[in-house]
């Protein structure tokens, strides 16, 4: 598994995080998710062999999120 | 029908004003809600012989948010 931390804008409350959560978990090869609302962070665990970095993105920014 | 605005602390996004329209409706007697985050306000149409304004304040904040 890999680890990446993007920052993502526009997230506000816990129905954010959890829409973040939620998209991310649908995806084959993503393991465990943690959201810092104070620090407009999404951390993620992968498996590079099963999802790329953009559809971790496309995913999040499908929720109505900016990934930077 | 009677017509109330209440002051709701909290409310930041739009999963928020889903989740207080949402509790809101399922009130007997209550008819059209409409949310500002701008201005921090829900506007609710009910009627007083079905529903009581401590019953709407509860809805809210048994989502979570602060009725002022």
Chains 1, 2 share one sequence.
């Not at 649908?26 to 393991?31: A, K, S």
């Amino acid at each position: 598994m890999e680890k990446i931390t993007l920052t993502v804008l526009g997230m506000s409350c816990g129905h954010c995080e959890k829409a973040v959560k939620g998209a991310l978990a649908e995806l084959d090869g993503v393991g465990d998710v943690s959201v810092s609302l104070a620090d407009k962070t999404v951390t993620i665990e992968f498996d590079a062999n099963k999802v790329k970095v953009d559809q971790l993105k496309e995913a999040i920014e499908d929720q109505g999120y900016d990934v930077q």
